[in-house]
């Protein structure tokens, strides 16, 4: 098939190259999907996408003038892409349906770590020979309680991990998941985790109900000093609360992989331009924050399994084979 890449950067390039062998016909863009850019796949059989590419109705109307019939989204989530209106006009939409959980969950705790034994502010000290100790201060995560909001395939392997580091692991979900009850992970509400927990990890996908879960209201519940980490979707967090609650001193430290605005930023080098998002740029100001940008999927292993997905994806819509991974069957 020819295939037109969006948003592609060096790793998308090196990792789809490779997994496509010379299958496919693929050329590569670093522009975004939008409805300025829909036009470049015009004689393309198939576009590939990424998470902020927005594939909507008016998109999927030029694809479909355009002769592209099929999208392979390089994803699980695909919440950029109308399926509705890919439907209406017989474009067949795919995502990558599992990849390394391992990946995220592992960050989860990196980004965890780095915080509570201060290692993001050793690392800048000691480059400038400053070898003092004072205000890199942690705590042992032996013995600490961790609430682990969401059990699925990330949540359980992060649960895992805590438990294995020796910290009492309370959990919320709709299912329980055996292999954590049979460790002694306790599923509680969500206002007992929040009550109890020293640490609190996010692991639901965004959906209506999860919207801001994290707010003014549930924030307050919380322990004071409580660190958050976020490895999920910004949106799962009311961004504007969070940053008064570590004003006032109430939540003790915050890792976050996503942000709610984080469109049109992450993944991109700004540090040429003024930062004209006033919530991301006192976020970045606190010490006891760290933010990196939705990298917590970027491994080695995820990226292959990602690239050699993709292109499986569209193996079976060249050939008209049934796919689990094609939407909306
Ligand atoms: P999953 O579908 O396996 O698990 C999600 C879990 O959330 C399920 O167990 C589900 O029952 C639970 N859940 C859903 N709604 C809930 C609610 N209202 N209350 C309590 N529990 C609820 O998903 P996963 O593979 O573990 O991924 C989790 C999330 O991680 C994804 O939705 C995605 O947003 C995010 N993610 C981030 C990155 C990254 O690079 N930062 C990469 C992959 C995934």
Known sequence: MRVLVYDTHSYDRDFLTAAAAGRHE?????????????????????????????????????????????????????????????????????????????????FAVGLLQTLNRRIHRAWSRTREFNFRLAGLLGRDLHGQTVGVIGTGKIGTIFARIMHGFGCPVLATDVVQQPELLALGVRYVPLDELLRASDIISMHVPLLPDTHHLLNATTLAKTRPGVTIINTSRGGLIDTASLVAAIESGHVGAVGLDVYE?????????????????????????????????????????????????????????????????????
């Open 26 to 106: 693929l050329t590569y863009t670093s522009a975004q999907l939008d409805a300025n850019t829909a036009a470049l796949a015009n004689g393309f059989d198939a576009v590939c996408l990424f998470v902020n590419d927005r594939a909507t109705a008016e998109v999927m109307a030029i694809f479909a003038a355009g002769g592209v019939r099929c999208i392979a989204q390089r994803s699980t989530g695909f919440n950029n892409l109308d399926v509705t209106a890919a439907a209406a006009h017989g474009i067949a939409c795919y995502r990558v349906g599992y990849y390394s959980p391992h990946a995220v969950a592992e």
């Open 261 to 329: 605005e984080e469109d049109g930023k992450f993944f991109r080098d700004l540090s040429d331009t003024v930062m004209h998002d006033d919530v991301l740029a006192r976020l970045i100001s606190f010490p006891n924050v760290l933010l990196t940008s939705h990298q917590a999927f970027f491994t080695q292993e995820a990226m292959t399994t990602i690239a050699e997905t993709t292109i499986a994806n569209l193996d079976d819509a060249a050939a008209g084979r049934a796919s689990a991974n094609l939407l909306g069957t």
